[in-house]
């Protein structure tokens, strides 16, 4: 079965830059989504389809995906960022939604 | 307003049954496929099952297939999951979850219900 692998934390001080990086096999050929989940609350989509943002979510977030690597990047970072992250993929192969291990980012 | 709300959960013993809800408000309920996702407490999130706008397409994650039967009444706006052979392990808050374009595959889940809890224990 496909596998999306993240780090397990990331801390940054505020106003600088987080990355999150979700690796899967050939994870460029497949439509990536980003999920914010503070505790407590449901998930929220902050970037799908790789790189665009929902309405109501800040430009400070955005996504890339190319090779093996699809990374959510947070700019100018503040203290409500701090949540869990999660990736998705479709996984064709199998007919099945993947989610990512899950990232936990802390500012600092 | 865009909803999902969730129901059905609780405490119930291993190898018994339970029927998870999702009541749907503010769209066009059966112009979308719906998913059900689960995180078991401390853990990451699990896509669990999802099912097609006309129920034309079903699926299920390998940890439920052959237990979990998913399904909807879109005359009443619902989408359902029956559990049956519960494990210690099905432990989890259960979300349903709307796709972003309505598609079975591919699309982002842009509304997320609050969740029903499913402990499963004797």
């Known amino acids: 079965s496909y596998v999306l692998t993240q780090p397990p934390s990331v801390s940054v001080a505020p106003g600088q830059t987080a990355r999150i990086t979700c690796g899967g096999n050939n994870i460029g050929s497949k439509s990536v989504h980003w999920y914010q989940q503070k505790p407590g609350q449901a998930p929220v989509l902050v970037v799908y389809d790789d790189s665009d943002r929902p309405s109501g979510i800040p430009e400070r977030f955005s996504g890339s995906n190319s090779g093996n690597t699809a990374t959510l990047t947070i700019s100018r970072v503040e203290a409500g960022d701090e949540a869990d992250y999660y990736c998705q993929v479709w996984d064709s192969s199998s007919d099945h939604y993947v989610f990512g291990t899950g990232t936990k980012v802390t500012v600092l | 307003e865009v909803q999902l709300v969730e129901s059905g959960g609780g405490l119930v013993q291993p190898g018994r049954s339970l029927r998870l809800s999702c009541a749907a408000s503010?769209?066009?309920?059966?112009?979308?496929?719906m998913h059900w996702v689960r995180q078991a407490p401390g853990k990451g999130l699990e896509w669990v099952s999802g099912i097609s706008w006309n129920s034309g397409s079903i699926g299920y994650a390998d940890s439920v297939k052959g237990r979990f039967t998913i399904s909807r009444d879109n005359a009443k706006n619902s989408l359902y999951l029956q559990m049956n052979s519960l494990r210690a392990e099905d432990t989890a808050l259960y979300y349903c979850a709307k796709p972003q374009a309505g598609g079975w595959s591919i699309d982002a889940f842009d509304i997320w219900g609050q969740g029903t809890m499913v402990t499963v224990s004797s």
């Open positions: 503010g769209f066009t309920f059966d112009d979308y496929a």
